[in-house]
């Protein structure tokens, strides 16, 4: 469910028209619905309430404050694979002992901030990470909370860029070896083993491989416990898709599918469930809009040139992801074409759609990229020296700019020319 619907035939956000955003802020802009945000928030912490829990939204996915702001004080918590994205989270005042730590690379001084922060727990991927983390703690006087993040060798049967669990994945410990590296864990003595972790890919569309990994997990908690390892805390990462438009009767589960198959696993086991969603919270709550600058007749396609590019949205270029493209402004008459969707960049790889039979679109209509509140604007880019997009959030009938659009200034600040050095003539 979501807030973007047609009245008459403009596309809006809540009761916010997108073209009225449009003349105000320009174009390319993200839009985020807080209603359709809060309520993806609401159904999936409602989808686990019989079992204790922590939702800690998963900020890669979209980490503009204004989101995280709206996530935290409706009571989710926060996952954070990186320094940057531990400083938002205390930004918008996220309690510390919600924010869990993942990623394969934590740096020294990213283990010591989120040490100093006292965040809930690290999860862990590397014995090399183990015995770093034990040293930094000693040097701070502390113990840190760490759970192991297993690698369970299931197939997420997802794109193969997105797909996380599986043996030959970088991600987590070996399952054969992760009893081992526990026990290694429980010696080091600057580290408090509290929990095991793992996730297995992203937009994952069924719900046997959560199960899968969830039932291979548990054996090992068992081992664990049976050896006096006390597992509070089980982390099952983040991964359930989302609609994009194109699925037919392949539609992803809906979380409360989702969470009964996992809760049905985890009957009379006294754990706190930690769940790590991103795309499912925020990918439908969010749009983007650009203008159509050409239409290109080429000999073979016909090319829809847009203001926005792969800069500002990489998903279709990076994983040929398939998304949703509205006309903002339906037309009266239905006359159709078939053509690519593309951008300004350099790059065959610039595009948003490609042989798409859509309405028949004209120079200056602004379109609309449907499902791009995950993963858009943070893994957006500078590429071609195209300043960074501005981002709105829509509450009802009043809109707000959440990221200003960067300026040509702004692009440029944190570069120097090379100055000359001493002795060199000018
Ligand atoms: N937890 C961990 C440890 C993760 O690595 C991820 C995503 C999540 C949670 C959140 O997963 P979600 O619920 O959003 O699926 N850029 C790609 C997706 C990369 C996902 C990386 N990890 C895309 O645009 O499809």
Redesign the pocket.
């Known amino acids: 469910m979501d807030h973007f619907c047609y009245h008459g035939d403009t596309l809006f956000c809540e009761d916010v028209s997108l073209s009225h955003i449009a003349q105000q802020v320009g174009t390319p802009f993200y839009c985020y619905s807080e209603a359709t945000l809060l309520h993806h928030l609401a159904v999936f912490g409602e989808a686990f309430a019989g079992y204790p829990h922590l939702v800690c939204y ?1 900020v ?2 979209n980490s503009n404050l204004a989101v995280l702001d709206a996530l935290v004080r409706h009571g989710a918590g926060l ?1 954070v694979v990186s320094g940057g994205e531990l400083f938002r989270g205390q930004k918008v005042g996220c309690a510390a002992n919600k924010m869990v730590f ?1 990623g394969v690379g934590k740096r020294e001084d990213e283990i010591r901030a989120a040490l100093q922060a006292g965040i809930l727990m690290f999860n862990v991927e590397s014995v090399a990470e183990l015995h770093r983390i034990n040293r930094v703690a000693g040097e701070m006087g502390l113990k840190a909370p760490v759970a192991l993040r297993v690698n369970p060798d299931v197939d997420a049967k997802t794109h193969p860029h ?1 797909s ?1 669990g599986l043996r030959r994945n970088k991600f987590g410990i070996p399952f054969g070896k992760a009893l081992q590296v526990y026990r290694q864990a429980q010696r080091m003595p600057h580290l408090q083993v509290i929990g095991l972790d793992c ?1 297995i890919g ?2 994952v569309t069924t719900i046997n491989p959560f199960v899968e990994a969830l039932k291979r997990v548990m054996e090992l908690l068992k081992q664990l416990r049976g050896e006096g390892i006390p597992i509070r805390y089980l982390d099952l ?4 898709g989302i609609p994009y438009g194109q699925e037919e009767s392949k539609i992803p589960p809906h979380p409360s599918l989702y969470a009964g198959a996992l809760l049905q696993e985890l009957q009379g086991s006294d754990l706190t469930l930690i769940l ?5 919270i925020v990918g439908n709550a969010g749009i983007f809009v650009v203008r159509v600058e050409y239409i290109k007749e080429g000999e073979e396609k016909n090319f829809i040139v847009t203001d926005g590019g792969m800069n500002d949205m990489m ?1 279709p270029a990076l ?1 040929d ?1 398939y998304h949703t493209i509205l006309p903002v402004q339906r037309h009266f008459s239905d006359d159709e074409m078939v053509a690519d969707v593309v951008g300004p960049i350099c790059e065959s790889s610039d595009f948003f759609a490609r042989e798409r039979l859509l309405p028949r679109f004209e120079e200056g209509d602004l379109l609309a990229v449907r499902s791009t509140g ?2 858009g604007f943070t ?1 957006s880019s500078n590429y071609n020296s195209r300043p960074r997009v501005a981002e709105v959030m829509v509450r009802g009938g009043a809109f707000q700019v959440i990221r200003r659009r960067e300026t040509l200034e702004q692009l440029v600040e944190n570069e120097a020319l090379f100055a000359p050095l001493a002795g060199e003539g000018v």
């Open positions: 998963s890669k996915a996952d993942s997105i996380t996730h992203s937009q990462g983040g991964g359930l790590e969603p991103g795309r499912v998903r994983y992801a995950a993963y893994m």
